[in-house]
């Protein structure tokens, strides 16, 4: 096996834009193994996109996209080396966690099965405000462990919701470790609604010596949509009040009177300010060009470290319309007028992203007043109904899995309609 145990700064190499694998799921879809997704992970690689990040909590996921990668499509043009593959340990199941260093060694080399890799670039503790901070520590040690001594794993963090629970984490692991995490991803914590990783968390993450971190669903976990939140088999499960979503519709109206959706506001919102704000905590891998088989280096774009993010879709023409964006964010950042020029695309690239961004910073203003109250308004995670099953299941493989299988899934009699935009990362 390779050398794979990380040798420099995961923000050295880490791309800077990550597709989500969360809706290869049915919360976000009525039946995942529906979607084209070989196809839409080799368009994703076509357009640049070289990092994809997953979870056993997200039903069939990492089986859907292992099989996506073992193509001969994949060996030929982007080999094992050339991508980042991203995972999650500890939550089981929507009331089921087990952080036990016991579980976390066979939940990496069954994700290593399901992904059919001999490493994995990333792996986080999932969800980690659903455990005690001591389970939490318990984890990052042995995957560590397994870093150091099985060279499996390269770099090593957690995820939540919560950004007290975060901070908190990030800096007792330094202080009882001596060594800070490679990554702490937030999702739902810079969007359009709520930007509290910028203003009250990512200070905190660097001084605890965190190196990158993400910022995942941008849109919310789906509910920043002209449709609202998605409903999949898994039914209505989002956890914003019935205020926040009426105040999301009378964003959403207000888009619709300007000739815009929400979605694509509060996407290019997020992506294009967290590209700048979250530099500090970002990366220079190189980005996703957003342009089918061209490479673009980091250094084309002014090789400074850009604000990580993490986006989902579930077909092809969600990819196709994120990465039109994702590339014209890109004209606007320095050098961005000479990299057109020398792509070959219109020289005045770099001008219309400048001036888009005026127009969505205008739109963004009208959305914020329309969310008024709500406005860096959170949830509570977990919930105070939580009830945790761990007990009852802890250590045993054995646990159902929350996902069918392909024989067993349903057929689409059109009661439900699929997500059909750009969808979140939680």
Known sequence: MADTKAKVPLSSILPPLIFGTATFNYQYNLDPYELDTTGLVQQALEYGVRAFDTSPYYGPSEEILGAALDTDFVRNNVPREDHFLITKVGRISSEHFDYS???VYKSIQRSLQRLKTQYLDLVYCHDVEFVSEEEVLEAVKELRRIRDEEGTIRYVGISGYPLPVLCSLAKRILRETGEPLDAVMSYAN?????????????QQLKDAGVDVVPNASPLSMGLLRRNGVPVGSMGNWHPSTDGLRAAVKRASDFCDRHDETLEFVAIRYALETWLHVGSSVGSRGDPASGVPWTRESIEQVGGDRLGVSVMGVSKSSELEKTMQVWRSILDGLENGAET?????????????????????????????????????????????????????????LRVPEPWLTPAQSPQRDGSIEPADSILPLR
């Open 101 to 103: 260093k016991e579980w």
């Open 190 to 202: 810079f969007t359009l609604q709520n930007e509290l990783l910028a203003t009250s968390g990512m």
């Open 340 to 396: 057109a020029r020398l792509a070959g695309r219109w020289k005045r690239d770099h001008e219309w992203s400048m001036n888009r961004r005026k127009a969505v910073q205008i739109l963004a203003d009208g959305i914020k007043e329309h969310l008024d109250e709500f406005l860096d308004y959170t949830w509570e995670s977990p919930d105070k109904d939580f009830l945790d099953k761990r007990a009852a299941n802890k250590g045993d």
